[in-house]
Protein backbone atom coordinates (compact mmCIF):
# COMPACT_ATOMS: atom_id res chain seq x y z
CA UNK A 1 0.00 0.00 0.00
CA UNK A 2 1.49 3.45 -0.88
CA UNK A 3 1.59 6.01 1.70
CA UNK A 4 -0.19 9.65 1.31
CA UNK A 5 3.07 11.43 0.61
CA UNK A 6 4.02 8.62 -2.33
CA UNK A 7 0.04 9.22 -3.93
CA UNK A 8 0.94 13.26 -3.36
CA UNK A 9 4.65 12.74 -5.23
CA UNK A 10 2.65 10.65 -7.98
CA UNK A 11 0.31 13.31 -8.43
CA UNK A 12 3.08 15.70 -8.67
CA UNK A 13 4.81 13.65 -11.20
CA UNK A 14 1.64 13.74 -13.15
CA UNK A 15 1.15 17.16 -12.84
CA UNK A 16 4.30 17.57 -14.43
CA UNK A 17 4.51 15.16 -17.20
CA UNK A 18 0.95 16.83 -18.86
CA UNK A 19 2.56 20.29 -18.17
CA UNK A 20 5.77 19.54 -19.93
CA UNK A 21 3.45 17.71 -22.77
CA UNK A 22 1.32 20.30 -23.26
CA UNK A 23 4.06 22.49 -23.78
CA UNK A 24 6.32 20.72 -25.04
CA UNK A 25 4.08 18.74 -28.24
CA UNK A 26 2.81 21.57 -30.18
CA UNK A 27 6.89 22.48 -31.24
CA UNK A 28 7.34 18.94 -32.51
CA UNK A 29 4.25 19.28 -34.95
CA UNK A 30 6.18 22.40 -36.55
CA UNK A 31 9.87 22.26 -37.67
CA UNK A 32 9.63 26.12 -37.25
CA UNK A 33 8.74 28.60 -34.10
CA UNK A 34 4.63 28.83 -32.94
CA UNK A 35 4.95 32.54 -32.43
CA UNK A 36 5.90 35.92 -33.97
CA UNK A 37 8.60 37.12 -31.38
CA UNK A 38 10.39 33.56 -31.59
CA UNK A 39 11.71 35.15 -35.16
CA UNK A 40 12.99 38.38 -33.46
CA UNK A 41 14.98 36.47 -30.48
CA UNK A 42 16.21 34.10 -33.29
CA UNK A 43 17.35 36.98 -35.58
CA UNK A 44 19.14 39.02 -32.27
CA UNK A 45 20.73 35.81 -30.99
CA UNK A 46 22.03 35.15 -34.42
CA UNK A 47 23.68 38.79 -34.67
CA UNK A 48 24.88 37.67 -31.17
CA UNK A 49 26.26 34.93 -31.71
CA UNK A 50 27.82 35.83 -35.39
CA UNK A 51 29.07 39.16 -33.89
CA UNK A 52 29.85 38.16 -30.03
CA UNK A 53 28.20 41.67 -29.14
CA UNK A 54 24.69 42.40 -28.29
CA UNK A 55 23.31 45.11 -31.25
CA UNK A 56 22.38 48.23 -30.14
CA UNK A 57 20.13 48.60 -33.34
CA UNK A 58 18.35 45.59 -34.86
CA UNK A 59 19.25 45.85 -38.94
CA UNK A 60 16.31 44.82 -40.12
CA UNK A 61 13.76 45.85 -41.58
CA UNK A 62 15.22 48.35 -43.99
CA UNK A 63 16.88 51.00 -41.71
CA UNK A 64 16.81 49.13 -38.28
CA UNK A 65 15.33 49.35 -35.23
CA UNK A 66 16.50 50.10 -31.55
CA UNK A 67 17.20 47.38 -29.41
CA UNK A 68 15.18 47.45 -26.41
CA UNK A 69 15.12 43.59 -24.94
CA UNK A 70 17.32 42.83 -21.79
CA UNK A 71 20.37 41.07 -23.04
CA UNK A 72 20.08 37.80 -21.23
CA UNK A 73 17.41 35.87 -23.35
CA UNK A 74 19.34 36.60 -26.70
CA UNK A 75 23.13 35.65 -24.99
CA UNK A 76 21.94 32.51 -23.60
CA UNK A 77 20.17 31.54 -26.46
CA UNK A 78 23.45 32.04 -28.65
CA UNK A 79 25.41 30.22 -26.50
CA UNK A 80 23.53 27.64 -25.89
CA UNK A 81 23.21 26.85 -30.05
CA UNK A 82 26.73 27.30 -29.95
CA UNK A 83 27.45 24.26 -27.46
CA UNK A 84 24.66 22.41 -28.99
CA UNK A 85 25.64 23.03 -32.53
CA UNK A 86 22.23 23.38 -33.81
CA UNK A 87 20.44 26.33 -34.89
CA UNK A 88 18.79 28.91 -32.74
CA UNK A 89 15.58 28.46 -34.51
CA UNK A 90 15.75 24.95 -33.42
CA UNK A 91 16.62 25.90 -29.80
CA UNK A 92 14.16 28.60 -29.40
CA UNK A 93 11.57 26.04 -31.11
CA UNK A 94 12.61 23.97 -27.07
CA UNK A 95 14.10 26.48 -25.13
CA UNK A 96 11.47 28.52 -23.40
CA UNK A 97 8.30 25.61 -23.36
CA UNK A 98 11.54 22.99 -21.33
CA UNK A 99 11.38 26.50 -18.90
CA UNK A 100 7.76 26.91 -18.68
CA UNK A 101 7.56 22.72 -17.64
CA UNK A 102 10.89 23.51 -15.18
CA UNK A 103 8.61 26.55 -13.58
CA UNK A 104 6.03 24.06 -12.27
CA UNK A 105 8.44 22.09 -10.40
CA UNK A 106 10.11 25.64 -8.97
CA UNK A 107 6.57 26.96 -8.36
CA UNK A 108 5.66 23.73 -6.56
CA UNK A 109 8.81 23.95 -4.25
CA UNK A 110 8.14 27.30 -3.45
CA UNK A 111 4.62 26.32 -2.01
CA UNK A 112 5.74 22.87 -0.80
CA UNK A 113 8.37 25.18 1.66
CA UNK A 114 6.52 27.36 3.02
CA UNK A 115 2.69 25.56 3.45
CA UNK A 116 2.03 21.92 2.77
CA UNK A 117 1.95 19.35 -0.05
CA UNK A 118 -1.32 20.00 -0.61
CA UNK A 119 -1.30 23.67 -1.29
CA UNK A 120 2.05 22.81 -3.28
CA UNK A 121 0.39 20.43 -5.58
CA UNK A 122 -2.63 23.09 -6.35
CA UNK A 123 -0.21 26.11 -7.22
CA UNK A 124 1.67 23.34 -9.53
CA UNK A 125 -1.57 22.36 -11.18
CA UNK A 126 -2.60 25.94 -11.50
CA UNK A 127 1.01 26.83 -12.92
CA UNK A 128 0.92 24.02 -15.26
CA UNK A 129 -2.76 24.51 -16.82
CA UNK A 130 -2.51 28.31 -16.46
CA UNK A 131 -3.64 29.75 -20.59
CA UNK A 132 -1.32 33.16 -20.16
CA UNK A 133 1.50 30.73 -19.23
CA UNK A 134 0.93 28.29 -21.53
CA UNK A 135 0.58 31.35 -24.00
CA UNK A 136 4.02 32.75 -23.25
CA UNK A 137 5.69 29.50 -23.01
CA UNK A 138 6.77 29.96 -26.46
CA UNK A 139 8.07 33.45 -27.34
CA UNK A 140 8.37 34.92 -23.50
CA UNK A 141 11.68 35.26 -22.00
CA UNK A 142 9.77 36.96 -19.18
CA UNK A 143 8.78 33.07 -17.97
CA UNK A 144 12.88 32.64 -17.37
CA UNK A 145 12.50 36.03 -15.02
CA UNK A 146 9.27 34.39 -13.16
CA UNK A 147 11.53 31.35 -12.75
CA UNK A 148 14.12 33.15 -11.04
CA UNK A 149 11.75 35.20 -8.98
CA UNK A 150 10.72 31.90 -7.58
CA UNK A 151 14.25 31.62 -6.15
CA UNK A 152 14.46 35.37 -5.40
CA UNK A 153 11.64 34.78 -3.22
CA UNK A 154 12.54 31.61 -1.49
CA UNK A 155 15.53 33.08 -0.53
CA UNK A 156 13.90 36.39 0.48
CA UNK A 157 11.99 34.66 3.12
CA UNK A 158 15.30 32.71 4.18
CA UNK A 159 16.10 35.66 5.00
CA UNK A 160 19.20 35.21 2.63
CA UNK A 161 18.93 38.53 1.36
CA UNK A 162 22.23 38.46 -0.87
CA UNK A 163 20.63 35.34 -3.02
CA UNK A 164 17.43 37.21 -3.22
CA UNK A 165 18.75 40.02 -4.72
CA UNK A 166 20.95 38.30 -7.08
CA UNK A 167 18.40 35.95 -8.60
CA UNK A 168 15.90 39.28 -9.06
CA UNK A 169 18.68 41.13 -10.52
CA UNK A 170 19.73 38.18 -13.05
CA UNK A 171 15.81 37.56 -13.34
CA UNK A 172 15.55 41.39 -14.62
CA UNK A 173 17.80 41.10 -17.51
CA UNK A 174 15.69 38.78 -18.81
Known amino acids: MMKNVDIRL ?17 TTLYEKP ?3 D ?5 RVAELVKSTGSIPAEEPWPEGGRPHFYP ?10 SSILGSSVLD ?12 LILAVFWLSYSY ?5 ALLTAFLVAFNPFILNASYDSPELIGLLLLCFSVFFLLKKRLYLAGIFLGV ?3 F
Open 34 to 36: LKY
Open 91 to 102: VIKFFLPVVSAI
Open 71 to 80: PLYHVLLAAT
Open 38 to 42: SYYHA
Open 115 to 119: RNMNT
Open 10 to 26: LILLVIFIAGAFIRLYP
Open 171 to 173: GLL
